[in-house]
């Protein structure tokens, strides 16, 4: 089982994760996408990803805005789980904003 994240080490993760925040045990970050298709285009292809990392995040769906929260639940807190899922994140909302 993953090991709960140090305070150290979620600042360091969030110092190179840009557009996260800490909420307590999570990690969170909104996104708004250009349409509501484009921002379901996201909830899919990040739900493949939770699948094949076995990792999956709490997503608010408003409209074409996305509100993820992390957290490894069977741990408690916040896990490098959490940090690999959010750089994850990032780069397919990248892929979408380019
Ligand atoms: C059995 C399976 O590994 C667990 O249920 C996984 C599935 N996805 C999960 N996702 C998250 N965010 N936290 C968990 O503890 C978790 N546990």
Same mark, same amino acid.
């Given at each position: 089982?993953?090991?709960?994240? +140090?305070?150290?080490?979620?600042? @360091?993760?969030?110092?190179?994760?840009?557009? !996260?925040?800490?909420?307590? %045990? +999570?990690?969170?970050?909104?996104?708004?996408? %250009?349409?509501?298709?484009?921002?379901?285009?996201?909830?899919?292809?990040?739900?493949?990803?939770?699948?094949? @990392?076995?990792?999956?995040? @709490?997503? @608010?769906?408003? !409209?074409? *805005?996305?509100?993820?929260?992390?957290? +490894?639940?069977?741990?408690?807190?916040? *896990?490098?789980? =959490?940090?690999?899922?959010?750089?994850?994140? =990032? +780069?397919?909302?990248?892929?979408?904003?380019?």
């Amino acid at each position: 089982m993953a090991e709960l994240l +140090t305070e150290d080490q979620i600042d @360091d993760a969030l110092s190179h994760l840009p557009g !996260w925040r800490r909420d307590g %045990a +999570t990690l969170v970050r909104s996104a708004e996408l %250009a349409s509501f298709v484009q921002a379901i285009q996201v909830v899919n292809r990040v739900a493949e990803i939770a699948e094949n @990392d076995d990792h999956h995040p @709490d997503i @608010d769906i408003r !409209w074409r *805005t996305l509100v993820f929260h992390l957290s +490894t639940h069977s741990a408690g807190g916040l *896990t490098s789980k =959490d940090v690999a899922l959010a750089a994850e994140i =990032d +780069t397919v909302l990248d892929a979408l904003a380019g």
